[in-house]
């Protein structure tokens, strides 16, 4: 196979998808322990998280990045685990910005440790867009969630500080759980209709094999999409770009839009166009992926850029996954990688 630099639609997996987006967690470690991504009874004092030489430099990353662009990669998401936890973040956002060819860098995060100086520093660097993740406007049911009693009311400054530094609309991830915060989906939309902010609704997903999921413990989209179109009636408009994940909504009284991510009731693998490299270098076609391949060990082996290219060219060509599709409750019992390694 031979790949040129800036080829239009490069390469394409074995069910005809492009590769478009790169998802690249750069730190395994979290400094909450959500319960449906990082419990607490699994990453515990003794868990095994990945030493520093594990870890994708700065260099390594932006080498990743550089190939990626080669095969049609356009938009760059950093996540985590926390992203924000690794130090001299916005110094990659910059290296990643050079590259050229990438035209957006997005960046998933809790929001803990997002000042309006650091996200200041993120925008000057080349961030264009940031997601930061709320599952409750309530106290009590948002430090359930996160399990280290993380208040609301900062996480609400996060969203402000982010907006301050020119990085709006922020887009609010929160993922909804039966019995858990189901009641906090109408106070979240009602907090941000009119904010220019757009609050994606996420079904809890099985992803990763710590978070002990159950069907019974997904809130539909269409259950979420009720709840909150009965307040506020709702109508759906088109995806933006290509592969978006969200369906989107607006509100009919013009206070904005909401997304929906039903990755479980209505999954949208046909049009998935993304990739995904955890903070080792391994790199995976899908979120529910059991194995990655090792790009960090063909980056430290003294090989080429060609050769990695047509390494990873020959990965993306033999894709053929689709596993929100097919989800049944055996593939549920399959090993995969766990959220906080690769990032959702
Ligand atoms: N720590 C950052 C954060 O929480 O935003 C980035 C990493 S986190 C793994 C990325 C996103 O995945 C978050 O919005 C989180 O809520 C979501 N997530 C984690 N586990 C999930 C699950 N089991 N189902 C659905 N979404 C999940
Ligand atoms: Fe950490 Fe994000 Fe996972 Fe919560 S969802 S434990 S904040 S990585
Ligand atoms: Fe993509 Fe896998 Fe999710 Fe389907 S299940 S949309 S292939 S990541």
Redesign the pocket.
């Known amino acids: 196979m031979h790949v040129k630099a800036h080829d239009e639609v490069a390469i394409r997996d074995a069910l005809g998808r492009a590769l478009r987006d790169l998802r690249i967690s750069i730190t395994d470690r979290?400094n909450?322990r959500?319960t449906?991504?990082m419990p607490k009874e699994v990453f515990g004092k003794d868990y095994p998280f990945l030493p520093q030489h594990a870890v994708l430099t700065f260099e390594e990353i932006v080498r990743v990045v550089r190939l990626f662009e080669r095969l049609g990669v356009r938009k760059i998401r950093l996540?985590?685990?926390?992203?924000l936890l690794r130090r001299d973040v916005e110094r990659l956002v910059r290296m990643i910005a050079e590259v050229p060819g990438i035209d957006d860098i997005a960046m998933?995060?809790?929001g803990s440790r997002l000042t309006y100086e650091k996200a200041a520093a993120l925008k000057a660097a080349g961030l264009r867009r940031i997601?930061?993740?709320l599952?409750s406007l309530d106290d009590g049911v948002f430090q359930a969630m996160n399990d280290v009693s993380f208040p609301v009311d900062r996480v609400l400054q996060a969203i402000d500080a982010a907006a301050k530094a020119g990085l709006s609309p922020v887009k609010i991830?929160m993922?909804v759980k039966r019995g858990v915060n189901e009641d906090s989906v109408v106070p979240m939309a009602e907090r941000f209709r009119g904010t220019g902010h757009v609050v994606r609704f996420?079904?809890?997903?099985?992803?990763?094999n710590s978070?002990g999921?159950r069907m019974e413990d997904v809130v539909t989209a269409d259950e979420i999409l009720s709840m909150i179109h009965q307040r506020w009636p709702l109508e759906q408009i088109p995806a933006r770009t290509a592969g978006e994940v969200a369906t989107r909504y607006r509100y009919l009284d013009g206070q904005g839009e909401i997304g929906i991510i039903a990755s479980v009731t209505k999954p949208f693998c046909g049009g998935c166009t993304r990739a995904r490299m955890s903070s080792d270098g391994q790199l995976y076609t899908c979120l529910f992926g059991g194995k990655g391949h090792d790009v960090r060990a063909w980056l430290r082996s003294g090989m080429s850029d060609d050769e990695i290219l047509e390494r990873i060219a020959s990965v993306w060509s033999h894709r053929n996954d689709r596993y929100s599709e097919v989800r049944t409750s055996e593939t549920a019992r399959l090993p995969r990688v766990e959220?906080?390694k690769i990032?959702?």
């Open positions: 979290c909450f959500c449906y991504c996540t985590g685990g926390e992203p998933t995060t809790n997601t930061v993740s599952d991830n993922v996420i079904e809890y997903m099985d992803v990763g978070n999921w959220m906080s990032g959702g």
